[in-house]
């Protein structure tokens, strides 16, 4: 079975300081796996994705497939960046079905 | 419209009612999902289309659950016999489907919170 999880449901830094959300996934395959990130009062949507290997808003996440993590870091953190963070899992394409497995999320604050 | 529609956006049932969830997927979207999303949680998938085939409904809770997309567009969520623990925020999502062996990543709807009461 796929399980993700993110340790920490609450996080709290100062702007300007380094971010680092956890998440580690159970998946004995080739997962996809996806940060999406939800502002408030505003729908869930897609931050970025492992095999874009890319950089959004200065967030970058990188698939560690033997500590099976994928945690998201920022260098130095924005307020605009406060948002609930959510890691999630998909099969690899070989494996076929599409859905998404969640963690919990973690809610990101950042202080002025 | 440019992106995924539900309606409504706010649904009060009392217990033991019926009721029907709406799902406006993008337009050309092959792909639509289901989530339930209780509070304080993340999404967890209840089920799955592409265009109008189910090909996977294991995330249903109980046979009070069902969900269809007739013409391979819009798509209903219907609840029966409505309980508590129904109450959660409903959400939809499309996509385009594979590419290239990857997926595209979802298009998310503002979500249905259903109280049940």
């Known amino acids: 079975a796929q399980r993700v999880t993110q340790p920490e449901k609450l996080l709290s830094v100062f702007k300007g300081a380094p971010v680092e959300l956890k998440c580690n996934y159970s998946y004995s395959g080739s997962p996809e796996l996806f940060w999406y990130v939800q502002y408030s009062r505003q729908r869930l949507q897609l931050l970025l994705r492992?095999?874009s290997r890319e950089s959004i808003k200065g967030f970058t996440a990188d698939l560690n497939k033997g500590e099976t993590s994928f945690h998201l870091k920022k260098p130095f953190a924005q307020e605009e960046d406060s948002a609930m963070y959510y890691c999630a899992l998909a099969r690899g394409f070989l494996q076929g079905a599409q859905k998404l497995v969640f963690g919990q999320g973690t809610r990101l604050t950042i202080n002025p | 419209g440019a992106g995924v529609s539900q309606s409504p956006r706010y649904k009060v049932a009392k217990r033991g009612q019926d009721v029907a969830l709406r799902c406006d997927p993008i337009s050309g979207h092959v792909s639509l999902f289901w989530y339930q999303q209780a509070l304080g949680q993340g999404p967890e998938f209840l089920t799955y289309?592409?265009?109008?085939?189910?090909?996977?409904k294991s995330g249903l809770p109980s046979d009070r659950f069902f969900a269809e997309r007739p013409e391979g567009s819009v798509s209903t969520l219907k609840i029966q016999r409505t309980q508590q623990e129904d109450s959660a925020v409903y959400l939809c999502?499309?996509?385009?489907?594979?590419?290239?062996?990857?997926?595209?990543?979802?298009?998310f709807g503002s979500g249905t919170r259903l109280t049940v009461v």
């Open positions: 289309f592409q265009n109008e085939a189910q090909l996977d």
């Open positions: 492992h095999i």
């Open positions: 999502a499309s996509s385009l489907g594979r590419r290239r062996g990857h997926n595209y990543g979802y298009t």
